[in-house]
């Protein structure tokens, strides 16, 4: 059994609520210097690989050598690195598809199929792979959805939609997991598939189908702990419609994909053959964390998460003329030192019954990949880690009533915020902005993804001084100024209320599930609940 709620929440947000926010004291001040420091032009953007690095790196040790903080990285090292592998494909790869007739169909690479070779050696060679069509590619237990039904793909090229369903089944207007490329290849892989095609529903001569081939050789940098396939790959309407046509399948074979009935299906006697390689070069970057160890379960983790890379400077993007270092002061020194912040404050506290981690995180700019780097080489295991808390630019306005998040309704950790919020007269809201993706887009995403519960506050815009009005249009104005852009700097005028408010509830959040025996649950519409599920026995 799970170790039950122990009322530490209730508690904490009475004690919140009459004034325990006294026992910390969250300097705007501290945080404004920490994020001027760090965000100067002489750490030149921040970017991966660079001096910029090693400064950013060394400064976060020196603050918690001075807190008297432990070392958290492995082996009792403050740095975890992160190897970044980067592909270029080689010219001069090769496909082709057979019927069951025999006939062999050549398939120029970059023009009527794309590939990359999505193995750690850069190479892929397939020979006469049985073809299935999957639908989506989506197995959905708590929607009732699954595309593949009984079908064995193992050895066998799977080809699926991109995207998801529209509709009330998945989320709505809120995108799922379920629509990434990463989540198709991750099912795919799991159930024993060599490769994964994406087909697009567009003809050859379409711009959807001309822009896709036309950045498919570009340098890409795999993922750390993606799906070991041999391939990834796109197909046109065309080329599918041929493969389909010489299994005796039309298109409207597979017209009722979106139905929730549709059930993958081999295209019988097709089989698929290519040879494609890629250069590879490395880039190691590093992860810094700090700990605060548990007294009595010190096997059991909560954390705090934060990126510390921007996108650079000069280097990084030449033949810019006037200010040519992207400083990203928001973007994210903020999170950054709100994160080193929250560590001050914890280590002032008595010590915690669970161990606590501070984990910087490299490479968020260039697709989470310290976040990914980390849960795919887990210092604490992930079964055992409570919760994911993670700080991504910091608001910047006075008061708030609204907290929003990215995910909402995807776990109880909103529900916990909600009960510490409440008391002090604000709210829970989700992030008002379907369009954008967010829950996917931030260093919280690769522990939800391995089932780790995780949450991340956004920037309130129902202000207490002049509402939501005025707060939606300050925050789209500064969006619109300074997001990935060289004005992202520090500024004096600043106003770190907000960021404080929250800052305060995240500490009582945190600290809370550190002195409890409770594990945050997945709701039961989550897509994440499955993963976590598959751990169960590792936090009786």
Do not use: C
């Not at 501290?30 to 090693?54: C, M």
């Not at 490299?362 to 887990?378: C, D, R, S, T």
């Amino acid at each position: 059994m799970f170790r039950k709620l122990t009322g530490g929440i209730a508690l904490a947000a009475v004690l919140l609520a009459a004034g325990a926010a006294n026992a910390q004291s969250f300097s705007a001040e501290r945080i404004s210097n920490d994020i001027r420091t760090i965000s100067a032009d002489e750490y030149q953007g921040r970017y991966p690989g660079t001096e910029g690095e090693r400064m950013v790196l060394a400064f976060l040790q020196a603050q918690y050598e001075a807190m008297g903080l432990q070392p958290g990285g492995p082996n009792g090292q403050w740095l975890q690195p992160v190897e970044l592998k980067r592909y270029t494909p080689v010219a001069g790869g090769t496909a082709s598809w057979t019927g069951p007739d025999g006939q062999s169909h050549a398939l120029t690479v970059g023009t009527d199929i794309t590939l990359r070779a999505a193995t750690n050696d850069g190479r892929a060679s397939i020979r006469n792979a049985g073809v299935v069509f999957a639908g989506y590619g989506i197995t959905a237990p708590e929607r009732n959805w699954d595309d593949y039904g009984s079908l064995d793909v193992r050895g066998k090229v799977v080809v699926v939609i991109a995207g998801e369903p529209d509709g009330p089944v998945f989320n709505g207007d809120y995108a799922t997991n379920y629509q990434s490329g990463a989540y198709k290849a991750d099912e795919a892989f799991r159930r024993g598939a060599v490769g994964v095609i994406t087909l697009i529903a567009a003809p050859a001569s379409s711009p959807q189908w001309q822009g896709l081939t036309r950045g498919a050789n570009r340098t890409r940098t795999l993922t750390p702990g993606a799906a070991d396939l041999e391939f990834s790959g796109a197909i046109n309407h065309d080329v599918a419609g041929a493969m389909a046509s010489a299994a005796g399948l039309g298109m409207d074979s597979f017209a009722n994909t979106a139905s929730g009935t549709f059930k993958a299906v081999a295209l019988n006697g097709v089989t698929l053959s290519l040879d494609i390689s890629e250069t590879i070069d490395t880039l190691v970057t590093h992860n810094l964390l700090a700990k605060i160890p548990g007294t009595e379960h010190p096997d059991e983790t909560i954390i705090y998460s934060a990126h510390w890379d921007h996108v650079g400077g000069a280097d990084q993007h030449p033949g810019v003329t006037g200010d040519n270092i992207w400083n990203g002061a928001w973007d994210n020194a903020s999170g950054t030192i709100g994160v080193l912040e929250m560590a001050r404050q914890l280590s002032a506290a008595p010590r915690p019954k669970r161990t606590i981690v501070f984990a910087h995180m490299a490479a968020e700019e260039m697709g989470l990949l310290g976040a990914y780097g980390y849960a795919a080489n887990p210092v604490y295991p992930l079964e055992t880690t409570v919760a994911d808390i993670n700080i991504d630019m910091l608001p910047l306005s006075g008061s708030t009533r609204d907290i929003p998040i990215f995910g909402k309704g995807q776990n109880d950790l909103e529900d916990r915020l909600e009960a510490l919020a409440a008391p002090l007269g604000r709210y829970v809201s989700d992030d008002n902005q379907p369009e954008q993706g967010f829950y996917y887009r931030s260093d919280h995403f690769p522990f939800a993804r391995m089932g780790v519960p995780a949450i991340m506050p956004w920037h309130g815009w129902d202000w207490v001084e002049g509402g939501r009005e005025a707060g939606e249009a300050a925050w789209r104005a500064r969006f619109a100024a300074d997001y990935h852009k060289p004005s992202d700097e520090w500024s004096a005028d600043w106003d770190l209320t907000s960021a404080v408010e929250n800052l305060t509830l995240l500490y009582h959040l945190g600290l809370d599930l550190a002195n409890s025996s409770d594990w945050p649950q997945w709701k039961p519409t989550s897509e994440f609940a499955q993963v976590r599920a598959r751990s169960d026995n590792a936090r009786q």
